[in-house]
């Protein structure tokens, strides 16, 4: 799935991200608002980890909720 349909379907993903990543808030989420690079950046400071061990979550989650 492209990340274009999930940031139009984003209210609908909310649930899946936080499946995906539990440790994020509601707000965090909200916060994000479909952008990918929030999203990205909000995991990164959460998990402590590197910026492209994020993105290659969130390409891997972008990959299965397709």
């Known amino acids: 799935m492209n990340w274009d349909t999930i940031k139009g379907n984003w209210t609908q993903m909310t649930g899946k991200i936080k499946e995906e990543w539990g440790d994020l808030t ?10 990918r690079d929030q999203l990205v950046g909000k995991i990164q400071a959460k998990y402590g980890i590197a910026k492209e061990e994020a ?3 969130v390409n891997s989650f972008a990959a299965k909720v397709s």
Not at 26 to 35: K, L, Q, R
């Open 26 to 35: 509601d707000d965090e989420i909200t916060e994000a608002e479909g952008d």
């Open 55 to 57: 993105e290659k979550q």
